[in-house]
């Protein structure tokens, strides 16, 4: 059975482009998965490690990881956070 609209060779190769990007970051997502499992809540220390395995692991480029992982906390509480976890910078 073929397609409905054949796909062009620009299309064929952008596809393939994307599908080699996706394989590269399988490994990441394996770690971000088992991150996931080990720490799955958003409290202050299973924050801080998310933070700095996506910075790391996709090169973010964020220096204020503490400050960010705070951030995250107080996002992940929603609107009724009135407490500030300790996050070392």
């Known amino acids: 059975m073929g397609l409905a609209i054949p796909l062009s060779r620009l299309q064929i190769h952008a596809a393939n ?3 080699a990007m996706l ?3 399988a490994p990441a997502d394996k ?3 088992a991150l996931k499992e080990r720490f799955p809540g958003f409290d202050a220390n299973s924050v801080l490690l998310k933070v700095a395995a996506v910075n ?3 090169s973010t480029n964020v220096w204020a990881i503490g400050r960010m992982a705070r951030h995250v906390v107080k996002v992940m ?3 009724d956070a009135g407490r ?4 070392p910078d």
């Open 77 to 79: 509480r929603g609107p």
């Open 31 to 33: 770690a971000l998965y």
């Open 17 to 19: 482009n994307l599908q």
């Open 56 to 58: 790391q692991l996709y």
């Open 23 to 25: 394989a590269e970051d």
């Open 84 to 87: 500030r976890d300790y996050c």
